[in-house]
């Protein structure tokens, strides 16, 4: 059974005015599972006027009164936590451990959202005898969220219920690869109580991103996505002055030392490059081992991390490698294995193999692979691939390992493997990546 997926606005389900719609692929056999509404300025107009009439009355409210909704929300979301992830594992190909984590972290933003009467009171300062200051949180009016595939519910409950419950009103962009999940959630936010107009969901694509960033009611913006469409899109709400976080891609490092506990270091690795099938932005991009590659534990390390890798099966059930999220991604990632290939790089375990057993499928299936590099400048060492690949070098030195961290265009996060405190300190003190972690044992 199919499904057909309109915008939402001021509390119906409305078709586009092109009543144009493209196809939603399950990534997992390619085969249509809906329709998904493709919207022009025309659509947007219309959810931005419906969420700038219902910001009177939903700002108007107390905070109390707008939390109490949202709780609801939670607690209905914990009872459909598994329909929701059944959903998630459909149009996003995750396995069903893995969507139903997706549901319970965008639940813990909703969870944080319940608190905020308690944290945005404000206060006052008496900055000398006759002045008082007072520092108050007052809604902006429309906010827009436009966000990616990847976790099609936790990445929309970064904004939503913040932005709600602070006072806002809202219009979603959901990715047009995965419109599914948000559906189910707006049944859910309609039960909770929220009255219509206060959310609303645009469908589509590019026309329906730059109408909703150039709306004159817009107020605020926030963006996940690709680096080079979040600069485009922090710049262009620049240019408007209007707030806008954009939050792009990411190559993170991890840096195991001769020292550090192989078991669990490889075990980390591999959940952490393969998960999701590698199309996060916290997985582990790049593997850089302190010392030489014929050293003894140098190559313990790297040949545990393969072996586990290679036990990895295909599937969306608890602990499989679920499909990439269409054609496109899959071509650029065998891309990026074909030109590491290219460049001088040993393959140490291969996932085109899957590509070739699932063909039957009609699926994006891209197994975990491992690229051993020569050259610290090769493509796959460098750029964002979105898929399960680690690129893994030997360094002769800290000082290198930091040097090939601290160089990258990204700042995501950065990871030290060691069982040395201090040493640990050494790198996290030195890394670039906001989100720095050291691993260090238990004892």
């Keep these: 059974m199919t499904s057909t997926v309109n915008n939402y606005i001021n509390g119906r389900h409305v078709p586009p005015s092109t009543n144009q719609y493209l196809d939603i ?6 085969q249509p599972i809906g329709k998904v509404a493709l919207s022009t300025c025309i659509d947007v107009n219309s959810a931005v006027q419906a969420a700038h009439t219902a910001f009177s009355t ?12 949202m709780l609801k929300l939670h607690s209905l979301i914990q009872q459909n936590a598994e329909q929701l992830a059944e959903l998630i594992v459909l149009e996003n190909g995750k396995n069903m451990t893995e969507a139903l984590a997706d549901v319970a972290k965008g639940n813990e933003t909703v969870e944080y959202a319940c608190s905020l009467p308690q944290l945005m009171q404000g206060k006052i300062d008496r900055v000398s005898g006759s002045v008082t200051c007072r520092d108050r949180r007052d809604a902006l009016g429309v906010v827009v969220s ?3 595939f990847n976790f099609p519910f936790m990445v929309p409950m970064w904004t939503v219920p913040i932005a709600l419950v602070t006072g806002n009103t809202m219009v979603l962009k959901p990715s047009e690869k995965v419109p599914l999940t948000m559906c189910k959630v707006l049944e859910l936010m309609e039960e909770a109580g929220f009255p219509s107009g206060v959310v609303n969901v645009v469908q589509g694509t590019k026309d329906a991103v730059e109408g909703l960033i150039d709306h004159e009611l817009v107020k605020a913006v926030t963006f996940v996505g690709s680096s080079p469409i979040a600069k485009i899109v922090s710049e262009r709400c620049h240019l408007l002055n209007k707030r806008c976080t954009a939050l792009g891609g990411a190559k993170n490092h991890l840096v195991a030392l001769p020292d550090c506990d192989v078991e669990g270091t490889a075990s980390d690795v591999v959940v952490s490059y393969a998960g999701c099938a590698g199309q996060r932005c916290m997985a582990a991009s790049v593997l850089l081992i302190v010392g030489p590659r014929d050293g003894e534990r140098q190559q313990l390390l790297l040949n545990t991390v393969v072996e586990k890798a290679a036990k990895l ?8 490698v679920g499909a990439v999220i269409d054609e496109t991604s899959l071509n650029k990632i065998l891309g ?5 290939e290219k460049e001088g790089s040993e393959i140490l375990l291969d996932g085109r193999s899957w ?9 994006n299936w891209i197994g975990p692979t491992i690229i051993l590099h020569k050259n610290k400048t090769d493509k796959a060492m460098n750029e964002e691939i979105f898929g399960p690949v680690l690129s893994v070098y030997h360094v002769a030195s800290w000082y290198e390992a930091i040097e090939i961290e601290n160089s990258s265009p990204f ?27 050291s691993s260090l044992p238990l004892e």
Aim: proline share 3%; no cysteine.
């Design 313 to 320: 099966k295909a599937g969306t059930d608890a602990g499989k």
């Design 25 to 30: 692929l399950n990534p997992s056999t390619n």
């Design 411 to 437: 700042g995501n996060a950065a990871a030290i493997y060691t069982n040395n405190g201090g040493h640990a300190e050494w790198f996290v003190s030195r890394f670039r990546a906001s989100v720095s972690s």
């Design 58 to 69: 939903w700002s108007t409210l107390t905070v109390k009164s707008r939390a109490a909704i």
């Design 146 to 148: 436009i966000v990616p």
């Design 355 to 363: 590509t070739a057993d699932m063909k039957s499928t009609g699926g």
């Design 336 to 340: 990026y294995i074909e030109q590491s």
